[in-house]
């Protein structure tokens, strides 16, 4: 049915989680509340992503259309944490969840206006799920997603708790450090887009956990809030250089070794990041009780290092075989020359070895 009809439906879903979120009291409420936010999310994230890769064809075009758009979600997840902690302390726990519902609205009727959604079915039908799961490089694409963002995921839930038992922090303090991360997220995103398709997406990629293992590691050696501007600025900084460079490189594979249908391997992104966000919290809670804190992030820390070699497979993807006969007739230089029938007189000396050739004359 094409993009911008999952992509209007989902925000209107969001809308209406958000507003339950409001009002609910229960952890049941709020739990189904959490789950319907969850529906809302994939359905824009996957139509958004998908949407880009087909706009944008062109391989570095798309890493920089990709970059802007994951700074769109750096920029919710950098005003999130500090205008929850900021609202529910001065005025209350309803308020910031209906001005996000407001503004999501907002944003329902500005794609009404601009995307006029509507069902737009694609030309050709895409790669099964089955065959894009058994493909290696998309699978190291969508573990580098999930190992990535799996250490902010758990320091979401843990952090906090963690801030008030050894700093006595307060629920605005609690918000404001996941700030730098947030920052710096929307910059590496916004960098290393178009910076990423110079230097190699799998280098960058490489890079980023690498930065994430010490970030990682210095983490639980802070002391106040101030000292955990570096290594959260950092951490957010390198979750940019992964994410930035695996999503288009997801598209690119699919170019390269499936059907140009975007759908399916934005899903497949898509849970790889949920897969992460849902994991870390699920673990933190359980690890941070048996080991605690420190070793939690160093476990985190350890995986992304053992994990971070593995893109150099990426580096050099190879293409299926119809794909590969389509790239090399694309760079065969030879020019062909075509005859009309009713006069096909050569008219040079070249033109007409040319023609003797075609005519299979020696």
Not at 123 to 140: N, V
Not at 162 to 172: C, D, R
Request: include cysteine.
């Amino acid at each position: 049915i094409g993009y911008t009809i999952p992509m209007f439906t989902g925000f209107i879903i969001m809308m209406v989680s958000t507003i339950i979120f409001a009002f609910g009291e229960t952890y049941a409420v709020l739990f189904v509340a959490r789950t319907v936010q969850g529906i809302g999310s994939s359905c824009s994230s996957v139509a958004g992503m998908g949407m880009i890769a087909t706009y944008y064809p062109d391989d570095k075009e798309r890493g920089n259309a990709m970059g802007i758009a994951l700074g769109g979600l750096a920029l919710g997840v950098l005003v999130g944490p500090p205008f929850g902690g900021i609202m529910y302390e001065f005025a209350g726990k309803e308020t910031p969840f209906l001005i996000l519902a407001a503004l999501a609205f907002f944003d329902g009727c500005l794609q009404l206006l601009a995307l006029k959604p509507s069902i737009k079915p694609e030309s050709q039908e895409g790669t099964a799920y089955k065959e894009l799961l058994r493909d290696p490089y998309i699978l190291l694409c969508a573990g580098s997603i999930t190992f990535g963002n799996m250490g902010i995921a758990m320091m979401e839930p843990s952090l906090p708790i963690w801030m008030y038992k050894t700093m006595h922090s307060s629920e605005w303090q609690q918000g404001i450090a996941f700030l730098p991360a947030s920052i710096s997220y929307a910059i590496g995103t916004n960098v290393f887009g178009p910076l990423a398709h110079k230097i190699g997406r799998w280098l960058s990629a490489m890079i980023g956990m690498l930065i994430i293992s010490v970030c990682c590691f210095a983490l639980p050696f802070s002391k106040n809030l101030g000292h955990l501007i570096a290594p959260n600025f950092g951490m957010g900084f390198a979750i940019g250089m992964v994410d930035s460079s695996m999503m288009p490189h997801m598209g690119y594979l699919v170019d390269l070794r499936h059907v140009s249908v975007y759908g399916s391997v934005y899903a497949i992104a898509d849970v790889a990041f949920c897969l992460g966000f849902a994991i870390g919290p699920a673990l933190s809670g359980t690890i941070v009780g048996k080991v605690g804190f420190h070793w939690m992030l160093w476990i985190i820390a350890i995986v992304n290092l053992i994990y971070a070699p593995l893109m150099f497979f990426l580096r050099n993807p190879p293409a299926r075989e119809e794909k590969m006969s389509l790239i090399m007739n694309d760079q065969c230089p030879v020019q062909y020359v075509t005859y009309n029938q009713n006069d096909a007189s050569p008219q040079s000396e070249e033109e007409y070895d040319y023609y003797e050739f075609k005519q299979g004359r020696p």
